[in-house]
T-cell receptor, first 118, second 113 residues
Framework: NAGVTQTPKFQVLKTGQSMTLQCAQDMNHEYMYWYRQDPGMGLRLIHY???????DQGEVPNGYNVSRSTTEDFPLRLLSAAPSQTSVYFCASSYYRDRRRGMNTEAFFGQGTRLTVV | KNEVEQSPQNLTAQEGEFITINCSYSVGISALHWLQQHPGGGIVSLFMLSSGKKKHGRLIATINIQEKHSSLHITASHPRDSAVYIC???????????????FGQGTILTVHP
């Protein structure tokens, strides 16, 4: 099992460029998430999805788009990169552990994408 | 004020020492997670707790729901335990939090031989 796979691992962009961070999971998990990690800030939720065709905003969604056309894939698009988007991005997935209690399983994380915007 | 606070932010220990990292939260939760991140590496889930105590090898995690507090203990610490340890909570929001996590800022642990 590959788990959660993110590509690329490293990327440098110029201000104003656009790009897509790829995320794929092979565990048939319903839920997928994009987080960004910044020094002194901890990880913060950008967008998430509760299933194919369903996405919603997290805490810091501005400047990012997502889509979920299949259960496996959850790409994150930067529309017009800005230096403030320099960060490490993590994709994660989970599934329902206890529907009665509304509890998900532990999250499975990808290896991260280190993005620098100059 | 952050919803999830960890202490200490930095921790240095000698090999063999008993280590404790604390996590306090200010909201209702459905579960608390302890995660490990090695330098330049990905994030791995160590524990998910909704009550009581869990043990895996030299790692022990406890949670006190009434006091909104959790601790991660490492017994007989080793240099390979050097990593960032992150506490995260799944908030209780209506029926479900959909597994969304709110994170503490992490504790940087360095264990010297």
């Amino acid at each position: 099992n590959a788990g959660v796979t993110q590509t690329p691992k490293f990327q440098v962009l110029k201000t104003g460029q656009s790009m897509t961070l790829q995320c794929a999971q092979d565990m048939n998990h319903e839920y997928m998430y994009w987080y960004r990690q910044d020094p002194g800030m901890g990880l913060r939720l950008i967008h998430y999805s509760v299933g194919a065709g369903i996405t919603d905003q997290g805490e810091v969604p501005n400047g990012y788009n997502v889509s979920r056309s299949t259960t496996e894939d959850f790409p994150l698009r930067l529309l017009s990169a800005a230096p403030s988007q320099t960060s490490v991005y993590f994709c994660a997935s989970s599934y329902y552990r206890d529907r009665r209690r509304g509890m998900n399983t532990e999250a499975f994380f990808g290896q991260g994408t280190r993005l620098t915007v100059v | 004020k952050n919803e999830v606070e960890q202490s200490p932010q930095n921790l240095t220990a000698q090999e063999g020492e008993f280590i404790t990292i604390n996590c306090s939260y200010s909201v209702g939760i459905s579960a608390l997670h302890w995660l490990q991140q090695h330098p330049g590496g990905g994030i791995v889930s160590l524990f998910m707790l909704s009550s009581g105590k869990k043990k895996h090898g030299r790692l022990i995690a406890t949670i006190n729901i009434q006091e909104k507090h959790s601790s991660l203990h490492i017994t007989a610490s080793h240099p390979r335990d050097s990593a960032v340890y992150i506490c995260a909570v799944a908030l209780r929001a209506g029926g479900t939090s959909y597994g969304k996590l709110t994170f503490g800022q992490g504790t940087i642990l360095t264990v010297h031989p």
